[in-house]
């Protein structure tokens, strides 16, 4: 009996350890398997934050080169003019043309720093937005005017009818008209029509720029509006911008509750 009773012990107590024994290696491998995917994970969030701040490194890089070259450009064009004005004698046409083009430069750097400045302003909730009365065939006329003055060889048109008042921003609405048509400038054929409609459709004002250039992918049209943005090629790229215009559209398109 003592014998037997022994066995039975030393039995039960086998068992036990085998359970215990099996227990611990599914818990080992538990922890083993959630450790490996928290190493997973945090190489995976790890690699994505890198990646997206390298994307804005390059875009902020990208950026820099942009309003650098902008700035200069018309700095160099400005002083070269006025150099030859100052040195040369010039007759009163030659004179002239020199003197416009200077202007030309300088609303060029003036339009920059604008948006420079709005767009940072913006962001930052740092613009006091005044709304009063104004009709935006009142706006857009003004900056068909002034694109005219500015662009002598182009053809610009305007196509608007008297529609309701709003409660807006004069500035901000007219940066926003003078934005979309400084991309149809540069990015249509210089023969080519430029047009500023606005109609009253119902309860909503629509106001269109429309232009004769290549238009934009379908792909790239959600992206537009991002800061820094520049959609197209590398040739449609070479042409003066820093990504800044379509942003400020876009907010101020949402300041004013629009599409």
């Keep these: 009996l003592k014998s037997a009773s022994k066995s039975a012990v030393i039995s039960y107590s086998s068992d036990q350890m085998a359970l215990e024994k099996k227990r611990k290696t599914v818990q080992y491998t538990g922890e083993g398997i959630t450790f490996l995917l928290l190493i997973i994970l945090s190489a995976f969030l790890f690699f994505r934050a890198v990646k997206k701040q390298l994307k804005i490194s390059r875009e902020q890089q990208q950026f820099m ?18 150099e030859t004005i100052q040195k040369r004698e010039l007759e009163k046409e030659q004179r002239e043309k ?3 083009n200077t202007l030309e430069e300088l609303r060029r750097m003036n339009g920059l720093c604008n948006n420079l400045l709005l767009s ?11 709304y009063e009365p104004i009709r935006i065939s009142q706006v857009a006329e003004k900056c068909i ?72 992918l379908t792909e790239e049209q959600k992206r537009i509006f991002d800061k820094f943005y520049r959609a197209g090629d590398e040739a449609t790229r070479k042409a003066r911008g820093t990504g800044l215009g379509l942003f400020i559209v876009k907010k101020v398109a949402d300041v004013h509750h629009a599409d």
């Design 98 to 100: 020199l003197l416009n």
């Design 65 to 82: 080169i942009a309003v650098t070259h902008e700035l200069k450009t018309p700095i160099a064009v400005a002083s070269l003019n006025m």
């Design 120 to 130: 940072s302003q913006m962001e930052s909730s740092g613009y006091r937005i005044t």
């Design 145 to 216: 005017h002034e694109f005219t003055s500015r662009f002598p060889g182009r053809h610009f048109h305007f196509l608007g009818e008297k529609e309701s008042m709003i409660s807006g921003d004069a500035f901000l609405l007219e940066m926003a008209i003078n934005n979309l048509l400084d991309n149809a400038v540069k990015y249509s054929p210089r023969e080519s029509n430029i047009a500023v409609t606005t109609k009253e459709d119902g309860d909503r004002i629509i106001m269109e720029v429309t232009d004769e250039g290549q238009g934009i």
